[in-house]
Nanobody
Framework: QAQLVESGGGSVQAGGSLRLSCVGS????????MGWFRQAPGKEREGVAT???????NYADSVKGRFTISKESGKNTLYLQMNSLKPEDTAMYYC????????????????WGQGTQVTVSS
């Protein structure tokens, strides 16, 4: 069965950087589309960045130029490099995967990790 496990969250100062990782298992990684989503208290979960099985990426406007999504197939690992972090980036970050969909809509993803907390102080 598909499993996704995130890591790399933490507490940083505004302007700092973090790299999140997501290790997947139980599915065909090479054919999967994957993405990062985040949810702050009292707000709906939103798409941050996605990458399809060919390597094509999509980013939310709020993170373009600051965040980079990438993957290493040999380790079944997805990454999110976050630079120039802002307090509004504070949220629980989730990794997701789907065999068909590759967009930013959370409602189309079949598999989810447990989340990793990112806190950015001003």
């Amino acid at each position: 069965q598909a499993q996704l496990v995130e890591s790399g969250g933490g507490s940083v100062q505004a302007g700092g950087s973090l790299r999140l990782s997501c290790v997947g298992s139980g599915y065909t990684y090479s054919s999967a589309n994957m993405g990062w989503f985040r949810q702050a208290p009292g707000k709906e979960r939103e798409g941050v960045a996605t990458i399809n099985h060919r390597g094509s990426t999509n980013y939310a406007d709020s993170v373009k130029g600051r965040f980079t999504i990438s993957k290493e197939s040999g380790k079944n690992t997805l990454y999110l490099q976050m630079n120039s972090l802002k307090p509004e980036d504070t949220a629980m970050y989730y990794c997701a995967a789907d065999p068909i969909y590759s967009g930013l809509d959370k409602n189309h993803y079949a598999y989810w990790g447990q989340g990793t907390q990112v806190t950015v102080s001003s």
